[in-house]
């Protein structure tokens, strides 16, 4: 397993040793005491989730402003373009973000860590994208930011229009969103 850092030093993009051969591949998505190491993150985690969308759907940018949620996510079919977002008032980057391709093909995971909001948009003709949460989800405590807020200004490989949820295409812009100290 190797950690790379991101333009935004606490968002982790890691890369996992995959072996393979003729009859498939065997990689380990997960070991908490090689994760600690590696990152210096020490959590747990609490809840997996499971998501299947078509191409151009785009989720998020969420995030819970109690119970705040660290993500590691992955994609075991097909592939995103994940976003996370800093939403730290105090932080250097407050209000940046990192995109990265994630896919069934490259096996990377991000860690994206409380206090950011996260989204991705599929990017092949589905995706199957897979994420631990250090918290519970907590519906009263969610927010939705706009994914297309030009504060912001992601960079999203759209084709066109993305579909969305009505929640996501009710989102906030930065200045008028629930932040964290």
Excluded: C
Excluded at 16 to 29: M, P
Excluded at 77 to 103: E, M, Q
Excluded at 113 to 127: L, N, Q, R, Y
Excluded at 148 to 169: F, H, M, Q, V
């Amino acid at each position: 397993m190797q950690i790379q850092k991101t333009a935004i030093a606490d968002v982790l993009l890691i890369e996992s040793t995959v072996f393979g051969d003729d009859r498939g591949f065997f990689y380990e998505s997960f070991n908490q005491r090689r994760f600690q190491e590696l990152t210096g993150v020490v959590t747990n985690f609490v809840q997996d989730n499971h998501s299947k969308s078509a191409r151009n759907v785009l989720r998020g940018l969420h995030y819970q402003v109690e119970q705040t949620q660290g993500k590691l996510v992955r994609v075991v079919a097909g592939a995103v373009f994940d976003v996370a977002v800093d939403l730290r008032k105090s932080s250097p980057t407050f209000g940046h973000w990192v995109g990265v391709v994630l896919s069934a093909e490259n096996k990377r995971q991000l860690w994206v860590p409380p206090g950011f909001a996260h989204g991705f948009m599929v990017t092949s003709d589905s995706a199957e994208f897979l994420y631990k949460t250090t918290d519970y989800w907590a519906q009263q405590f969610e927010r939705t930011l706009q994914w297309n807020d030009p504060a912001i200004g992601i960079e999203w490989p759209l084709e066109g229009s993305p579909l969305l949820s009505s929640k996501d295409a009710a989102g906030v812009l930065l200045a008028d969103a629930e932040v964290f100290a």
